[in-house]
């Protein structure tokens, strides 16, 4: 089982992590659960590195926080994308996803190839 | 929250980060439990599962950005709180750097205002003076080193000269300035309408005198300088507008020149600025040399073209303004005069010439001085480095990286380095200070700008920089290259250390032994100088010799008065009871001088000349060898008779008896052709100065056969009474005779002193580093020494264990010392020789090799050194071997 999971590649955190803020406010724990979940358990998020990211959004303006209580009642600190951080996910999908045709492209062309 | 509240709410930030950090690690707990794991389990796993907490604390702290300024501040806390671990350390690390650092800033001060700053006025890069090439040879009556040309000649060069855009003429002068009955001497300026304008001078009140004003009438207005102004007007805009009594002539006081502006020469401020006036006889003398003439250099001219057009000028302007006479011989050294211009636009100086090669020099030792400290304090930080070495290790053991060690020592060293430039920033002050008043001389104000300015404050803090990284990051790359485990392991383990540890320790302070047996050579060269000097007997007496200089021009008596008053005045300064002896003459010793051509026995030559009084040889102990004093007979009509120097004899008589012989003068302007009759020989005194080798030829002749007379007149008053009091006596007696007599008192001893500033400054200042930097390489031994005693403390003990003595412990140790010393004076005494040399121009009565001082300044540098080390080594021979074998 271990086999299966993978680190996420260098610098596509920052990417995930917008990308689940979008769905509305949401505390570190919770960030955490949810990319797990969503992969299907495939990515193995280092939790810990989880939040010097989210500091790094947020003093890049990218994301804004705020403390509210959580579910279980207690006060948590939930991130909420900003304006800029929304035009900063658009941008980086739209790189990831030429990125990823592309380098899709260039397997199958070698596949092609080597049959 | 922007990243400078981040930065101060840095408490709140950490509140936050663990409040959110322990919220995840609850909430993954929870998680835990409901998955079934145990309290304890779940936690752990938690934990786990999170990863090193502390680590992601400070990479979210990194992530803020504030990161770089904490760990600086937490530096600099941690370098605070080492160095006050050890005071004396610290103490001497700062106190060396200060004074390092201040000496060097006070004479760079110093060197500034006198030398390499420009004159405070637009555009000084243009600025030229016009001299004559080479000077006026002795021609005529020079007013004072810098005056250089006549005034007929500066109207000659208004008139022809082309290259220069504007030109000016100025000259220095003492004013007397009345107030009611009360003169008093100001500092004046005689300037040409044209001197304000093209200096870009802007007025702080007022104008200034401009082109307009350009036609020498007198009693026109007069400019202050900004400082006369607050001093004597309170600031007033009133001033202007108002009168001002100048050597009689009522002025108006027209303008106030700004703050900045002092003038054109450095180190003498002047209070207030007039026109020339015609009524001045000097304006139509052709001997008489006293003008500065300045002028810029047209937009696209250079130098050497307004040089080769004024070259080409220079027989006009000289065939029009020949002096007449003169003997046919001095006048062909007015005809080769060549005009020539140079860059004018740091002013002229006297100061400049007198001290520039000392301040240079000064500079140099002050340099070195700091050099020693700073490895001095290498000294220090490699000593503290090394025995810091486990500590060093633990911390690279720890997972400190290389890099932060380093920034951490580098931080306690720059500490150090800003500790000591501040500290040398207020000393630089005081030094300077007092180096002003050492050069102040009495009647002479010396006025420097001496302001911290922004070349002082960089000068400095470069200084301090390169400090830090030269004594700083030495010992931190050294101890953070090592690696952990050996250094743990060696520690001060070690029986033995090995040589090559502190080999560059040993460099460094062969290095500063060398370099302070250089500074003591130098300053033993300057201190026996200057003992030379005032060991120089000058021929005549030098205590209790009062000048008297007194000034009968306001009492407007007719010109054949002059005499009769004066021999009155003088045997009124006879009758003051404490006055032994007193007489009159036209030369103070030192100061000015007069030469004629003369001719003797067919040989022609020069000789000075000097017209005294009866019972002057008397009152200033000048023997006389043969013949007889000049006595009341000796008057304007009887016939001329001269007492001449034994110099004089030697150089036109030979062995012939010069009783009876002729002297024959060429003429001057004043001083017809005269033959004097020889009637007396004098011992030989010095004339100009007190390192004249062989004085130059002098004759003596009556005053009262002064053919050029004025309204002055010096008295030589000797007096075993305090002076202060025979002054008060004198001014009475005088004032008595006539309230209006202006009268000037001066103490001929100090006045040679005066003379001898130059030297007493390279004197005391040399001593006074020489022995500082021998201080400073004293500390550096005695650190090495107690360093190497430190590190061989079980060695030490396992020798007395096997039954070495105190005494084999110590000799073991001044052996090493001796080793040190050895290199260290060789290299002193090469360095000595190879350098001193520059330093010969300001020595007197030795050489810049002298063995005498060489051998001195070791043996004394020897000596300190020896007991530098035996305290160390006398410690180490104390050691109980037991507790020294149990040690670590």
Known sequence: MDSQKSDIPQGTLDLLILKVAALGPIHGYAIAQRLQQISRDVLQVQQGSLYPALHRLENKKFLAAEWKLSETGREAKFYQLTAKGRRQLDSETKSWNRLTEAIGLVLELSQGDAS | MNWWSRLLGKRQMEDELRTELEF??????????????????????????????????????????????????????????????????????????????????????????????????????????????????????????????????????????????????????????????????????????????????????????????????????????????????????????????????????????????????????????????????????????????????????????????????????????????????????????????????????????????????????????????????????????????????????????????????????????????????????????????????????????????????????????????????????????????????????????????????????????????????????????????????????????????????????????????????????????????????????????????????????????????????????IPLIVGRDFNDRDTAASPRVAIVSESFVRTFLGRTNPIGKVIRTAPEPNFPAAVYEIVGIAKDTKYADLREGTPPPESYAPESQYPAGGPWMAVFIRSSSPLAAVTEAVRERVAGVNSNIAMEFHVLQKQIEDGLLRERMMALLSAFFGALAALLAMIGLYGVISYVVAMRRNEIGIRRALGASPGNVVGMILRQTLVLLALGVAGGVTLSLATTRGASSLLFGLQANDPLTLAGASAFLIAVALIASFLPAHRASRVDPMEALRYD
């Open chain 2, 24 to 621: 995840h690690l609850e909430r993954q707990g929870w998680d835990n439990v409901r998955a079934g794991m145990s309290e304890e389990e779940a936690r752990l796993a938690a934990r786990v599962k999170f990863g090193g907490l502390e680590q992601v604390k400070e990479d979210c702290r990194d992530a803020r950005g504030t990161g770089w300024v904490e760990s600086t501040v937490r530096d600099i806390r941690f370098a605070i709180r080492t160095l006050r671990k050890s005071p004396l350390f610290t103490a001497i690390a700062i106190l060396t750097l200060g004074l390092g650092i201040g000496a060097n800033a006070a004479i760079f001060q110093l060197l500034d205002a006198v030398r390499l700053r420009s004159l405070p006025v637009a555009n000084p890069q243009t600025l030229v003076a016009v001299q004559i090439n080479g000077g006026n040879r002795g021609f005529g009556i020079s007013r004072g080193n810098l005056a250089l040309l006549t005034y007929p000649l500066w109207e000659q060069i208004r008139l022809h000269q082309r290259s220069l855009s504007d030109v000016f003429a100025w000259a220095s002068a003492d004013f007397g300035l009345s107030r009611g009955s009360q003169v008093r001497q100001v500092r004046g300026l005689w300037v040409s309408g044209k001197m304000f304008p093209t200096l870009g001078v802007i007025p702080a009140k007022g104008r200034l005198i401009n082109a307009q004003d350009d036609h020498p009438n007198c009693g026109q207005g007069v400019v202050l300088s900004y400082g006369f102004w607050r001093s004597e007007f309170g600031g007033q805009d009133s001033a202007i507008g108002s009168k001002l009594l100048i050597e009689d002539h009522p002025l108006e006081v027209i303008g106030v020149t700004p703050p900045g502006f002092f003038g054109l020469e450095v180190g003498r401020n002047f209070d207030v600025a007039v026109q020339f006036c015609s009524e001045d006889d000097r304006l139509t003398r052709r001997d008489l040399f006293w003008l500065n003439v300045m002028g810029r250099l047209k937009p696209h001219g250079t130098l050497r073209q307004a040089s080769a057009e004024l070259d080409s000028l220079s027989p006009g302007v000289v065939d029009a303004t020949m002096p007449e006479g003169y003997s046919s011989s001095a006048l062909d050294t007015y005809r080769n005069f060549r005009l020539a211009v140079l860059p004018a636009g740091n002013g002229v100086s006297s100061l400049r010439e007198t001290y520039d090669t000392s301040l240079g020099l000064l500079l140099g030792i002050t340099g070195l001085v700091l050099l020693m400290a700073c490895a001095n304090l290498a000294n220090l930080m490699l000593a503290r480095a090394s025995t810091r070495q486990r500590e060093m290790a633990l911390r690279l053991a720890l997972g400190a990286s290389r890099w932060r060690l380093i920034r951490q020592l580098l931080s306690e060293s720059l500490l150090l380095a800003w500790g000591g430039a501040v500290l040398g920033m207020a000393l630089a002050g005081v030094f300077s200070r007092s180096l002003v008043r050492l050069l102040h001389r009495e009647g002479d104000l010396l006025d420097l700008q001496l302001s911290a300015d922004w070349r002082v404050l960089a000068f400095t803090g470069v200084v301090a920089v390169l400090t830090c990284v030269v004594f700083g990051l030495a010992p931190a790359f050294r101890s953070s290259r090592m690696e952990p485990g050996v250094a743990l392991k060696s520690g001060s383990r070690g029986m033995t250390a090995g040589p090559e540890r502190f080999s560059f320790q040993r460099l460094l302070v062969i290095s500063q032994i060398a370099v302070s047996l250089l500074l003591l050579v130098g300053a033993l060269l300057f201190v026996r100088s200057f003992w030379n000097l005032m060991a120089v007997d000058p021929g005549f007496r030098k205590d209790g010799i009062l000048i008297a200089f007194l000034d009968i021009g306001r009492l407007h008596l007719p010109q054949e008065r002059f005499e009769p008053f004066k021999r009155d005045l003088l045997k009124q300064v006879r009758s003051v009871p404490q006055v032994e002896s007193a007489a009159t003459a036209t030369h103070v010793p030192f100061d000015g001088s007069w030469t004629s051509g003369v001719s003797v026995e067919g040989s022609e030559g020069s000789s000075k000349f000097t017209w005294v009084s009866p019972a002057y040889f008397e009152t200033m102990q």
